[in-house]
């Protein structure tokens, strides 16, 4: 019953930005810590970003830190991604998650969405 669903990928220039959206459903996405990955072809899930439940902290992987900036829309129950600066290497499909802890790795998120492709080009 629970459904993520991301919209806003398409294709961009290298150093162009882009918003990421995350429409949940059949959760309260307050009571989950939110996550985005990505996943480029060939290589496994990498951790983005998080937003812990309740508290609203961020946690950012290292590649993104001072580019991407997560955040949520509580009214709403979506959760964004917004990623400036993009680089063609981070070309990859973009996938919204929930869990009840924070972590970075995909085995710590119980929900996921299907993802957003994001193209980056050179």
């Known amino acids: 019953q629970v459904q993520l669903v991301e919209s806003g990928g398409g294709l961009v220039e290298a150093g162009d930005s882009l918003r990421l959206s995350c429409e949940t459903s059949?959760?309260?996405?307050?009571?989950?810590?939110r996550a985005w990955f990505r996943q480029a072809p060939g290589k496994e899930r990498e951790f983005v970003a998080a937003?812990?439940?309740?508290?609203?902290?961020?946690y950012y992987g290292d590649s993104v830190k001072g580019r991407f900036t997560i955040s949520r829309d509580n009214a709403k129950n979506i959760v964004y991604l917004e990623m400036n600066a993009l680089k063609p290497e981070e070309t990859a499909v973009y996938y919204c998650?929930?869990?009840?802890?924070?972590?970075?790795?995909?085995?710590?998120?119980?929900?996921w969405g299907q993802g957003t492709q994001v193209t980056v080009s050179s």
């Open positions: 059949g959760l309260t996405s307050t009571s989950y810590t």
């Open positions: 998650a929930a869990g009840p802890i924070l972590g970075v790795g995909r085995w710590e998120y119980n929900y």
């Open positions: 937003l812990w439940r309740n508290t609203g902290r961020t």
